[in-house]
């Protein structure tokens, strides 16, 4: 997309010089007013020619020459690098589309379960959770806001023995789910997701790997709450972008997002 920003803004600038260069040069050349002269230069690179104004000295036959050699391929490449652009531009605006339907899955079938189980072995839980009761007044701006705050954040989860066994459980049970979203080419344009994905499955493989969560020496257990707090971190970050997302763009998907926040003690699907 920079290329072909860049390949457009070189054309549109070589298209204005062009365009200057013959109105004076016409002005000049061919005794016209400059409205003359630009309207002369303009049908000529646009390749309309109408025919009703014609240079008349030799000097501006040479440039018409120039004008049409120059102008017109330059004139073409703005064209078709603009077109280029809007192309690429509603290709990605799909890829978003899809990626995002993709993000609802995922929260639909691990994220929400996933916050809400860590949130309660999170010690520092209470700093962030009323900024996490998002309603539906809630701005741009305070999403952003959000955002940043929880992008800082340092969850503190230290969780032991039936919590561990709690969470090799949800995964193992969602281990094909998880793998399957790997399949899909879009994340790669997502890299917080993808880091997300990736943390979860190391987690995943971690907690797999140990038959036993009871008993493990203290250091294992560190190791194992660095872990799942990387997780968290980056489930908090991407679960406030899609929130943000459902607001401007699927009200309905939204209102059923209010109802089942995973930091409203109080939520439910049920309307009331």
Known sequence: MLYLDSRLKFFLSAVAVIMLAGTFGFAYLENLSFLHSFYFTLITVATVGYGDITPHTQAGKILAMLVIVFGVGTFLGVIASGTEMLLERREREQRRQKLNMVLGLFFGEVGTGLLSG??????????????????????????????????????????????????????N????????????PNLLEHEGFTELLRALLH??????????????????????????????????????????????????????????????GSASPIVR
């Not at 049970?173 to 899909?184: A, G, Q």
């Not at 987690?203 to 008993?215: F, N």
């Open 203 to 264: 987690l995943k493989e971690e907690l797999a790997l140990r038959k036993v969560l009871t008993d493990l020496p203290e250091t294992d257990y560190r190791h194992l709450s660095g872990d799942i707090n990387r997780v968290y971190r980056l489930l908090l970050v991407e679960w406030v972008a899609y929130m943000k997302y459902l607001k401007l763009s699927f009200p309905y998907l939204f209102s059923l997002a209010l109802r089942t926040n995973p930091f409203d």
């Open 173 to 184: 049970e969602k281990s094909d789910f998880l793998v399957r979203l790997f399949e899909n």
């Open 118 to 171: 860590f949130s309660k072995y999170d010690a520092r839980v209470g700093q962030i959770e009323r900024n996490l009761l998002i309603n539906e007044r809630w701005e741009p701006g305070e999403f952003t806001k959000i955002q940043k705050l929880v992008a800082a954040y340092e969850p503190d989860i230290q969780v032991q023995g039936a919590g561990l066994d709690e969470f090799k459980g949800f995964l």
